[in-house]
C-alpha cells in the first residue's frame, strides 16, 4: 500500500473512532436524561402522594371528631372497609382500625401482678391457638414492664453483640416488642395482631368489637376508669403502577395525629 493510501486508511479509522464516540456519549447523555426524567417523576409523584395522604387524614380525622365514640361509626368491625377517595386523579384509599380491640403495651409499664397476668394470658393464649413458639406469659410480661421502667435495665441486653439498653420509657410502636428480651420473629407474627402501643397506661378493651380471643382473655378485667380512643389510620395513594402508604396513630376524640409514617402499617 502506498503512503497516500496509508493516510487515507488512518484517516477513516480516525473518522470512525469519532463518529463511535460521539454515538456514545449521545446515548450515555439520553440514559442519563431518562434517569434523570424517573427520578424526578418519582420525586414528584411520592411529595404528591405525601399532600394527599395528609388530605386524607385530615378528612379521616374530621369524621371521627363527628363521631362519640367507635359505637357511632357506622361499620360494626374493629376494622373499617376501603374507603376510595379521588384525589386529583390520584386514587387514594383509606382504611381504619380501632385500637380498642387491641392491648396498649403501654399498660405495662408499671403494672402491677394483675395487670401483668392478663398480658401473660394473652400470650400464651396466642401460642396455644397459632402453634408458634412463644416466650412465656408472664416471663415476658415481666421483661415489657421492665423495658420501659427507666430505674431497671436488664443485664442480658448489655451482653448482646453489640451491647445495648433497654427502652426506659413508653413504646412508641408496637414492633418495638421485638427488641424485649425472650421475643422471637416467630412470636412477633402471632402476637402482634393482638397488640398497639399508644399514650398512656390506660387499656380499654372493645368487648363488642374485639377477636374472641381477646374477649374471652379479657372477660371479667375491670373496666378502665379512662377509655382513651385511638384509631390507626392507612392510606394508600396509587400512582399506575406505584403504591405509596401512610400510616397514621390518631387521637380520635381531640383530632390530633399522635404518630406518622411513610410506611405500610404494622400486621
Do not use: H
Not at 409523584?45 to 385530615?58: F, N, T, V
Amino acid at each position: 500500500m502506498s503512503g497516500r493510501g496509508k493516510q487515507q486508511g488512518v484517516a477513516l479509522v480516525t473518522a470512525l473512532l469519532v463518529v463511535a464516540l460521539a454515538v456514545a456519549a449521545a446515548v450515555a447523555m439520553a440514559m442519563r436524561s431518562q434517569t434523570d426524567i424517573r427520578r424526578t417523576s418519582a420525586v414528584f409523584e411520592r411529595d404528591l402522594s405525601r399532600q394527599i395522604a395528609l388530605g386524607g387524614e385530615k378528612m379521616i380525622l374530621q369524621m371521627l371528631e363527628r363521631v362519640d365514640g367507635p359505637d357511632e361509626l357506622v361499620w360494626d368491625t374493629c376494622r373499617s372497609p376501603t374507603l376510595p377517595f379521588m384525589v386529583d386523579g390520584v386514587r387514594l384509599q383509606a382504611t381504619v382500625e380501632n385500637m380498642q380491640c387491641r392491648y396498649n403495651l403501654n399498660a405495662l409499664g408499671g403494672a402491677d401482678e394483675t395487670e401483668q397476668g392478663y398480658f401473660a394470658q394473652l400470650v400464651d393464649r396466642v401460642g396455644t391457638e397459632s402453634g408458634a413458639s412463644m416466650p412465656s406469659g408472664a416471663q415476658l410480661a415481666l421483661a415489657v414492664s421492665d423495658w420501659m421502667n427507666p430505674e431497671t435495665d436488664d443485664p442480658s441486653y448489655r451482653l448482646d453483640e453489640p451491647p445495648r439498653l433497654s427502652g426506659n420509657r413508653p413504646m412508641l410502636v408496637a414492633s418495638e416488642l421485638n427488641s424485649v428480651v425472650g421475643m422471637t420473629s416467630e412470636a412477633w407474627t402471632a402476637l402482634a395482631p393482638y397488640v398497639t402501643a399508644y399514650p398512656g397506661q390506660a387499656s380499654p378493651i372493645d368487648m363488642q368489637r374485639a377477636s374472641e380471643l381477646i374477649q374471652d382473655v379479657f372477660n371479667g378485667r375491670a373496666a378502665s376508669e379512662q377509655s382513651p380512643w385511638f384509631m390507626r389510620l392507612e392510606l394508600v395513594a396509587e400512582f399506575g403502577e406505584r403504591r405509596f402508604f401512610q400510616c397514621s396513630l390518631l387521637d380520635a376524640p381531640n383530632g390530633v395525629v399522635v404518630l406518622r409514617e411513610q410506611t405500610a402499617c404494622e400486621p
